[in-house]
T-cell receptor
């Protein structure tokens, strides 16, 4: 298995631009999580899905952030418009119902200038 | 609500020395407990996990952790640290019966001196 796949690995953009981060979970996993990691705030859970349905989005910082999971093998996290304070590493993780272990992708390092 | 505390932000040990990283959790039922390691520029990798049974669990890379219910702790140990163990370590607690959300500690950064 290829593990959790995230793209792009690095993204540099200017303030005000739209940013889309992508994630492909491990095949067969029915939970998908989006995290943000910064030096100041550590690892924060933004949102998670179960069977493609958003379960808890209380960690989404504001309306500029949105996440979708149109099918079991793909999810996106979108920021529109982006701001410099959104600069962080964004991780996607997935797990199966029976494993209860999250497997993390390599992350996307986002820099907003 | 579940929570995790890692009291040590940064630990430095000499190569070959033993290591213990502390983790305390708060959870109302039997927790699922995890330790993850994150090398610079990498994602989090699972080291070990505890769900039930033997309270001493073995993980990858020679790590082990002991679940102590009376102390609400799940400390990570390694008898002899290697330079390649330098990384950030995260403890996490999750529930088996909820929708699968885990709560992570703030992490402990390990530096290994030659």
């Amino acid at each position: 298995d290829a593990g959790v796949i995230q793209s792009p690995r690095h993204e540099v953009t200017e303030m005000g631009q739209e940013v889309t981060l992508r994630c492909k979970p491990i095949s067969g996993h029915d939970y998908l999580f989006w995290y943000r990691q910064t030096m100041m705030r550590g690892l924060e859970l933004l949102i998670y899905f179960n069977n493609n349905v958003p379960i808890d989005d209380s960690g989404m910082p504001e309306d500029r952030f949105s996440a979708k999971m149109p099918n079991a093998s793909f999810s996106t996290l979108k920021i529109q418009p982006s701001e410099p304070r959104d600069s962080a590493v964004y991780f996607c993780a997935s797990r199966g119902t029976l494993t209860d272990t999250q497997y993390f992708g390599p992350g996307t390092r986002l820099t907003v200038l | 609500a579940q929570s995790v505390t890692q009291p040590d932000i940064h630990i430095t040990v000499s190569e070959g020395a033993s290591l213990e990283l502390r983790c305390n959790y708060s959870y109302g039922a039997t927790p699922y407990l995890f330790w993850y390691v994150q090398s610079p520029g990498q994602g989090l990798q699972l080291l070990l996990k505890y769900f039930s049974g033997d309270t001493l669990v073995q993980g990858i890379k020679g790590f082990e952790a002991e679940f102590k219910r009376s102390q609400s702790s799940f400390n990570l140990r390694k008898p002899s640290v290697h330079w390649s163990d330098a990384a950030e370590y995260f403890c996490a607690v999750g529930a088996s019966t909820n929708a699968g959300k885990s709560t992570f500690g703030d992490g402990t950064t390990l530096t290994v001196k030659p």
